[in-house]
């Protein structure tokens, strides 16, 4: 079975919403969760390292306050797409250790 | 960081034929993964690979990290093996295991 289990598979939302992704590893304490966004036939782009009780760490051109992310747990990370616009639509998959979860496709009205 | 290259981008195979599929990296790296993206986006995992070569079915991988590639075999192909194939040679140490994906390689198999 699963050993990342990420929420929502899809979501659609209203331009201007905030939208929250969770990623949680089943089976194992994840101190470390990374957060990938792929474009439509491209690959996958680390956005960020998730580090558990300290701020994450973003990669460069990814915005801070675009892209929340709480790692407030061992099993448990959040991505919170604030203020999303359509330009933020896209998939968006999480990872532990060397376990992915299912992705979340997010497509802003 | 490392730089990751994929040959060939796209492949379109006939039912039944073999394929190989390169990934090239700039850096040494301590291990390496394939992936499989199906038609959903679900990343499955085929192989952890940081040296040698493994066989799983009709796939299997060899790398040579010393020379810095990694090769995927595909035999017998059938239809369901379309999709999209990543090579994602990963650096891992104190407790953190990142990930740098190649542009992938594409396959499509027709009955």
């Known amino acids: 079975g699963a050993v990342v289990s990420q929420h929502p598979s899809w979501v659609i939302c209203k331009s201007g919403t905030s939208v929250k992704i969770e990623c949680r590893s089943l089976d194992f304490q994840a101190t470390t969760m990374f957060w990938y966004r792929q474009f439509p036939k491209q690959s996958l782009m680390l956005m960020a390292t998730?580090?558990?009780?300290?701020?994450?760490?973003?990669e460069q051109g990814v915005e801070k306050d675009k892209f929340l992310i709480n790692h407030a747990s061992l099993t448990l990370s959040t991505l919170t797409v604030t203020s999303a616009h359509p330009e933020d639509s896209s998939f968006y998959i999480c990872?532990?250790?060397?376990?992915f979860g299912a992705g979340t496709r997010l497509s802003v009205l | 960081g490392i730089q990751v290259e994929q040959s060939p981008p796209d492949l379109i195979l006939q039912e039944g034929a073999n394929s190989t599929l390169r990934c090239n990296f700039s850096d040494s790296v301590n291990n390496l993964q394939w992936f499989h993206q199906n038609p959903w986006g679900q990343l499955i995992n085929l192989f952890y690979?940081?040296?040698g070569t493994k066989q799983n079915g009709r796939l299997s991988a060899t790398t040579v990290a010393t020379e810095r590639y990694s090769l995927l075999y595909i035999s017998s192909s059938q239809t369901t093996d379309s999709g999209v194939y990543f090579c994602?040679?990963?650096?891992?140490?104190?407790?953190?295991?990142?990930?740098?994906f190649g542009k992938g390689t594409k396959l499509s198999v027709i009955p």
């Open positions: 994602a040679p990963a650096y891992s140490g104190a407790g953190s295991y990142q990930l740098t």
């Open positions: 690979i940081p040296s």
């Open positions: 990872s532990a250790l060397w376990y």
């Open positions: 998730s580090n558990e009780g300290s701020k994450a760490t973003y």
